[in-house]
């Protein structure tokens, strides 16, 4: 058996949500470390929630993640298209197959009636579900409702007494008793499927042998399984990944973390660092390391290992894990990278690696290059963080004298605080805002070392 794993995210958002990222690399990595593959389907049947604009940012944020997928609506493949707008026909020859073989039925309700059920459903303290009015309709009276015109959905139709029962693989068995579970509606009046429809023929039709989503899909599962059993097609393998919380154990969202992963780009976060981060949320390298790559967690991956205690999102984790990555880039990579980050930066790469032994210890992102080397491009504002004029020009002095290696200007600086009677924090403190214009940054004279003795001196004389 060819294994075959999908994400099959909805265009309702501004981009790729880091949970469903999280998915996408576990769907991912089963995949390629059986030698199957992994494929992206757009479900966009609730066209009321469309974002213009979705899907490429999905896809391009899967491209930037390097989550690569095997087949796809970018890319097409045996399967297209890859769209359910697109492959609206078959979801209602499905659905009427469902009717006729009476596991389906026409519901002719209003909206009004729906929501008038509801509301008595609520002040009775019943659970929200469609009580089977339309059931009763005999099967010839509803088809010529149907063929004059009645707007109408068509709802599944579950047994009213047993058990549906599933194996999850991270879970094992769970089981729903049928009389709680919804005649939940397939195919709308407009001709769309619902969620469940869709995603039932689609993963059927396209192979898909392991689906793997968010744990809130589970109450769910019954539905699909008891349309899997009324096709009388095989049920693939199903798996519930935790979903992802706040350090509060809510769940994830944009009120409290960001949630796109576009988001996590333009914060400077490396594409390997958020795929090995998001590795570890529900499971664990075998050795217990908290760095590794892809490739790594490809080779000793299993999916019997994926716990099911909820994960935590931890931004501070994930910019340590970022800033371990920055460490052991090598200096043209993550040159490069950052050159492509931010466009304030020079491409001088003869500059740029003389800085980055100075800063790359000290960074978490890429955004944090330019706060700690701006000073090296530009010169800080005079009135940014003013020197004191009396200490910058004997500074001036003394280092206009100094061979301009580490050890002579710091000797020359501790003889000036010395003779005057000063401390030499002090002096060392107003040397660093003359040159960088901050109180904090990289390591000052290896900093000076760098912007040269004129650069420096040129910095302190205008405090003079």
């Avoid at 060819?2 to 265009?11: G, N, Q």
């Avoid at 998915?23 to 609730?46: C, M, P, W, Y």
């Avoid at 000076?448 to 001196?457: A, D, I, W």
Wanted: proline share 6%.
């Amino acid at each position: 058996m060819t294994i075959r794993t999908r994400i099959a995210p909805s265009p309702t958002g501004l981009d790729l949500h880091i949970g469903n990222a999280y998915t996408a690399l576990i769907n991912s990595v089963l995949a390629r470390k059986h030698g199957g593959q992994f494929i992206v389907r757009i479900e966009d049947t609730d066209r009321t929630r469309l974002v213009e604009g979705s899907e490429q940012k999905i896809l391009s944020s899967l491209a930037w993640l390097g989550i690569p997928h095997a087949e796809g609506p970018d890319i097409g493949g045996p399967y297209a298209p890859y769209r359910q707008s697109e492959r609206l026909p078959s979801y209602k020859t499905y659905a009427e197959e469902l009717v006729a073989n009476g596991h389906a039925y026409y519901c002719f309700c209003t909206a009004s009636r729906l929501e008038e059920m509801r509301k008595t459903q609520e002040a009775n303290k019943l659970p929200p579900m469609y009580d089977g009015l339309c059931k009763a309709i005999a099967p010839d009276d509803a088809r010529k409702r149907v063929a004059a015109g009645e707007r109408h959905v068509i709802r599944m139709n579950v047994p009213d007494t047993g058990v549906t029962t599933f194996t999850d693989l991270i879970r094992g068995e769970i089981s729903f008793e049928n009389k709680l579970i919804d005649d939940q509606v397939l195919l709308k009046s407009d001709g769309y499927p619902t969620y469940h429809l869709g995603v039932v023929v689609d993963d059927h039709v396209m192979n898909i042998t392991h689906i793997i989503r968010g744990e809130e899909w589970i109450p769910s599962t019954p539905k699909h399984i008891l349309l899997y059993r009324f096709f009388g097609w095989d049920i693939p393998n199903i798996a519930h990944v935790s979903v992802l919380r706040n350090p509060d154990r809510s769940k994830l969202s944009k009120r409290k973390n960001p949630v796109w992963v576009s988001d996590y780009r333009a914060k400077g976060f490396l594409p390997e660092a958020i795929r090995n981060y998001l590795a570890g949320m529900a499971w664990s390298y075998p050795d217990g390391r908290d760095i590794f790559s892809t490739e790594e967690m490809i080779g000793v991956f299993d999916m019997s290992q994926l716990k099911t205690t909820a994960p935590i999102f931890d931004t501070e984790k994930l910019r340590w894990v970022n800033g371990e990555y920055i460490r052991n880039m090598d200096a043209a990579s993550l040159r490069s990278a950052l050159y492509a980050f931010d466009s304030r930066i020079p491409h001088d790469d003869a500059l740029t690696d003389r800085i980055l032994p100075l800063v790359a210890e000290r960074m978490k992102t890429l955004a944090e290059f330019w706060t700690l080397a701006s000073f090296f491009y530009e010169k800080p504002a005079e009135t940014e963080k003013p020197c004191d004029r009396n200490i910058c020009a004997e500074l001036a002095t003394a280092l206009s004298h100094a061979e301009w290696t580490h050890g002579a200007m710091e000797q020359s600086v501790r003889t000036l605080a010395d003779a005057k009677g000063w401390k030499a924090k002090d002096v060392f403190m107003q040397l660093r805002l003359a040159i960088t214009g901050k109180t904090v940054g990289p390591p000052l004279l290896e900093s000076m070392e760098v912007l040269g003795k004129e650069e420096s001196l040129g910095r302190l004389s205008r405090y003079i």
